[in-house]
């Protein structure tokens, strides 16, 4: 297959064809669902382990009955609930499927622990229901998490929030970036103990190393590529 024109081609590279670049590895990618929960749209991931079913469900920040419907539709047994970061958005309904399923909630790092400890009346203010948690076990850069065959590498990334964690499956080449990147763009830092010097060094230092191939799940809006963002990204870009 010959690369389209447009790679040939960098200074007009598109973002369509940007990942035709990059063919998949050889093994399937990971298989994921990603279900939108609350009004902000967030995208709450299902990850699966083919051979076993077992099954991961990543920032279950809410609409706790759309996420368990999207498992029963792919027969899947959750057996971990891991958090990103501690705002409401992503980790609102983790009590509650951690409940329904009987499984830990896992992540982020601690120093999102303040964050955890006000879901619920920050979820408010937003006119959102969530509840608080504390999860079983946190997370520290260079952890690893597995469910059924699969195994997640942790990453630490504050910036956003001081305990934001990614998680990347490396066989898949698929991150899971939560708030700090975005296609086009990156997290906010206006909340208290956001940061900005340290988000842009979590993208800049820890996910563009990974490499220009390296698909990625962002917290909101469409799905990107790590190689575009380092070119294009007007915060994080090269022309940034
Ligand atoms: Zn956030
Ligand atoms: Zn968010």
């Not at 706790?64 to 959750?78: C, G, M, Q, S, Y």
């Not at 948690?133 to 998490?145: F, I, M, Q």
């Not at 990147?181 to 956001?194: E, V």
Request: charged fraction near 20%; hydrophobic fraction near 40%.
């Amino acid at each position: 297959m010959s690369a389209p024109s447009c790679i040939a081609n960098r200074e007009s590279l598109c973002f369509k064809c940007y990942p035709a670049a990059f063919p998949f590895p050889d093994r399937p990618i990971m298989r994921y669902q990603i279900v939108p929960v609350t009004p902000l749209e967030q995208n709450c991931t299902i990850l699966w382990c083919e051979e076993t079913r077992a099954a991961a469900i990543v920032d279950p920040g809410g609409d706790a009955e759309l996420i368990i419907r999207a498992v029963a539709a792919e027969n899947l047994k959750p057996s971990i609930a891991l958090i990103t970061h501690g705002h409401f958005d992503h980790a609102g309904a983790a009590k509650e499927i951690a409940a329904h399923f009987s499984i830990p909630v896992v992540g982020p790092h601690e120093h999102d622990l303040f964050w955890l400890e006000r879901i619920t009346e920050t979820g408010m203010s937003y006119g959102i229901k969530g509840s608080s948690v504390k999860p079983e076990r946190w997370l520290s850069d260079g952890d690893r998490v597995r469910f059924g065959k699969e195994e997640l590498e942790v990453l630490h990334c504050p910036g956003h929030t001081p305990g934001h964690v990614v998680f990347y499956h490396r066989p898949s080449r698929l991150l899971l970036v939560g708030d700090v990147l975005f296609q086009g763009s990156i997290g906010r830092t206006d909340f208290p103990g956001s940061k900005h010097v340290d988000l842009i060094a979590s993208i800049k230092e820890k996910l563009f190393p990974l490499g220009d191939d390296v698909r990625f799940i962002p917290g909101h809006g469409p799905m990107s590529v790590l190689g575009y963002e380092r070119q294009y990204n007007p915060f994080v870009g090269e022309g940034a």
